[in-house]
């Protein structure tokens, strides 16, 4: 007697709601919101979209949440035909190196940078920008994510995100692997516009400091615009920020900075948590341009 195994049967496991997915992995969005500034609406409803709401072969077989192929990737991989048959995707440990390495992907690359200058609630800016960044082929796509958005009202999600103050991140819903959190509070914090740094003793490295507080070296270099050797000891009373720093000053506070001294670009994003790149571009600058003192720079 013969009998027929179809291949959705070889990965079957108890399959996933969309809301019950939703109610799993808000958590892991809302905090990559903080790292990235990527909106949580926006990653979740790529990951309902991707994973079929965590019920793909990719996301039952490799961890996969985001159908995020090989290119370059020297990790672990699985076997998948898609747009070409037997294609590589990444494969990943757990869930939530997947949604770390969606955030990373969308990051490095060129061609999601405008992306980058939309509102973190303007998440239908960011649905359309995907697409014609070429993140997906199928040209209904950015509607698919929207209308995901707001079915399940996941935007409520951007704005915890974008809130000005760093929360910790509780442990993540039941059935997720332990351990992953916002960051691990191991000393007293300092806060500049609500984002969380610390003061260097003159001891510190990038590494010490990324696994003093459970973070990344790639991380702690990208939210503070260093690209330092992550072992080389910090200069005794730097700012180093724990989380992202914010596009442009916020309402209230100081709209520019008046050079003085030896000041360079990268000290005044450090003084204000202002990313690099956006204080270079409010002021037709580049990043490693000459400012003098006496130079107005603005700040929004």
Known sequence: MFFFVFPALLYSQEKYTREAYIEKYWRVAVEEMHKSGIPASITLAQACLESDNGNSYLAVKGNNHFGIKC????????RRDDDRRNECFRSYGNAIESFRDHSDFLVSRSRYSKLFDLEPTDYEGWAYGLSEAGYATDPSYPQSLIRIIETHNLMKYDRIGAAETVPYVAPYAEGLEEGFYGFRLTRELEDVN?????VTSGEESIRSIAKEFNLTNRELKRYNDLKTGSRKVLDEGMKIYLVPKKRKAPRGTASSHVVEGRETLWDISQKYGIKLKSLCRMNGLEADGKVAP???????
Not at 71 to 78: E, F, R
Not at 194 to 198: P, R, V
Not at 294 to 300: F, Q, S, Y
């Open 71 to 78: 290119h370059g990737w020297d990790g672990k991989s699985i």
């Open 294 to 300: 006496g130079d107005e720079i603005k700040l929004r």
């Open 194 to 198: 609500g984002l969380a740094y610390i």
